[in-house]
């Protein structure tokens, strides 16, 4: 069984920074991406970044120029940094993996950790 732990998240002042981490309980090389996701109170959960095997990112529009995601294949571990950061990015951010096998998806989501942005 997968599992992965998020930690990083907190409180912080409009136009800090934070970084997430994600680390999984085992080698990150199984997955053909993995992510982190949000969710604000009331809202739905939605896609901030990706980054693949292969090492292609993408991002939310809404974050594109602010928000990095990195990985460590060493140490199983994917990170999101994240740098003048705004009210409206305040959420319970997820980490997820996502891999085939036999043509079939899986998806793994971790436990969340919250952010708080406010002054």
């Known amino acids: 069984q997968v599992q992965l732990v998020e930690s990083g998240g907190g409180l912080v002042q409009p136009g800090e920074a934070l970084r997430l981490s994600c680390v999984a309980s085992g080698s990150i090389f199984m997955f053909n991406r993995m992510g982190w996701y949000r969710q604000a109170p009331g809202k739905e959960r939605d896609l901030v970044a990706i980054i693949t095997r292969t090492g292609f990112t993408d991002y939310a529009d809404s974050v594109k120029g602010r928000f990095t995601i990195s990985r460590d294949n060493g140490k199983n571990a994917v990170y999101l940094q994240m740098n003048s950061l705004k009210p409206e990015d305040t959420a319970v951010y997820y980490c997820?993996?996502?891999?085939?096998?036999?043509?079939?998806?899986?998806?793994?989501w971790g436990q969340g950790t919250q952010v708080t942005v406010s002054s």
């Open positions: 997820n993996a996502y891999t085939t096998a036999y043509g079939v998806g899986s998806d793994y």
